[in-house]
């Protein structure tokens, strides 16, 4: 059983704890009174009015002009996130962050010793509530994406469980927008398809599916089933074992170009092999997260064909991942940036299959080089400029 627990009105509701004069009145979390700023979070009170996070803050104040604005204390509100994983870490060891507000946890191997997954959900809820004095909604289910479903299905405070036999009637008249990885635009495709609900996937072949909509096709049949393979991520295994290295940046003012978002990414992959190299490890896998103004974060990765420890492979790969995420939707501006290398393992074996030998013999020379400066000088002692070229890609 996988429950999702997703606090309602997050930073909103934090801020109204604080400042209980705040209760009962619209309460905008954004940024300054700008042209670029967004609506971070929205409390009921201001979703009234149809104020909703990413929008436009200066369309926020026209709509409701008495409404109380707020600038966000990201460092606070994370303190309250640690507080959570403490308090979900009580219930199982498997705790899985989507966000600073919302979080899967798998309580199949313990719910039993807390009277069962209702009793588990109810308890988790109260806890918040009791211990933070914060709304939380929980969502339970036995597959990940229903439980997400779940937790929204009766916010704030909704308390939804969905059983195995109760699945696919649960899934059956939802709109396809609710399905993971369906968009707006996916949604008109599959309109012109005469596919409107969840049932409608299911009373169409897989055949079907997949030739009208390839591997879409696919992941729609699966979900529409009530097929999720995906588990909860087990945090300690992964630090136990040092699976994964990351570094990340975040700017005070934040970043207007993709030329200066991909100088960053660099810099970053060039920490990462510093890293790497010192440790005599290879990786096999590249994360790119970024965060935007609106503090929407999203995360995009790769799986390499080989293992490698090279810093243009790295950096090539966490480049095409911006681009290919940038090709679908103009610019935004980045507050954040973090690159991350998984899977990693002592395995020296390289076979370079994205660059040629002779590229690769000639760069390695350099790597090696600036490798000895930085043992001498430290990590941040040499790194490069951005490079415009066709292996980069960017424009
Ligand atoms: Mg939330």
Redesign the pocket.
């Known amino acids: 059983m996988y429950l999702h627990v ?5 930073f909103a509701a934090i801020e109204e704890r604080e400042n209980r004069h705040l209760c009962g009145k619209p309460v905008v979390i954004s940024g300054p009174l700008t042209p670029r700023s967004v609506v971070s ?1 929205a409390n009921y009170e201001a979703r009234k009015y149809g104020i909703h996070s990413a929008m436009p803050t200066l369309r926020a104040k026209q709509i409701c002009p008495h409404a109380i604005f707020l600038p966000p204390r990201l460092g606070f509100y994370h303190h309250i996130t640690t507080q959570l994983n403490e308090i979900f870490l009580r219930y199982t060891p498997l705790v899985e962050f989507l ?1 600073a ?2 979080a899967f946890l798998d309580v199949g191997k313990t719910a039993h010793l807390f009277g069962g997954p209702l009793a588990v959900a109810h308890s988790i809820q109260q806890t918040i509530e009791n211990e933070l004095n914060l709304p939380a ?1 929980v969502g339970g289910a036995p597959v990940k994406y229903v439980a997400k479903i779940a937790s929204d299905w009766d916010k704030p405070k909704g308390l939804v469980l969905v059983k195995q036999e109760d699945l696919l009637d649960f899934l059956s008249p939802l709109p396809l927008k609710k399905i993971w990885g369906v968009g707006p635009k996916t949604v008109l495709r599959l309109k012109r398809l005469g596919l409107n609900t969840v049932l409608d996937i299911r009373q169409r072949s897989l055949t079907f599916l997949t030739k009208h909509l390839g591997q879409l096709g696919n992941h729609l049949w699966n979900m529409a089933h009530g097929i999720d393979g995906r588990s909860v991520a087990d945090p300690n295994e992964f630090s136990r074992e040092r699976k994964q290295i990351s570094a990340e940046r975040t700017f005070e003012k934040s970043l207007t170009s993709t030329q200066a978002v991909t100088s960053i990414i660099r810099q970053l992959a060039e920490r990462l092999t510093y890293r790497l190299r010192k440790k005599s490890a290879t990786i096999r896998q590249v994360t790119l997260k970024l965060r935007f103004n609106d503090f929407r974060t999203i995360t995009r990765n790769k799986t390499l064909k080989e293992p490698t420890d090279h810093c243009q492979v790295i950096d090539l790969v966490a480049q095409q991942l911006l681009q290919s995420y940038f090709s679908k939707k103009p610019f935004q501006p980045v507050r954040l940036i973090g690159l991350g290398v998984q899977d990693l393992s002592s395995d020296r074996l390289r076979q370079m299959s994205l660059f040629g030998e002779h590229d690769f013999a000639k760069q390695s020379k350099v790597e090696k080089t600036k490798e000895s400066i930085r043992n001498l000088y430290g990590p941040t002692s040499i790194s490069s400029g951005y490079i415009k070229g066709p292996k980069a890609g960017m424009s």
Do not use: L, N, P
């Open positions: 997703d606090m309602d009105a997050f979070t966000s507000d919302e909604s």
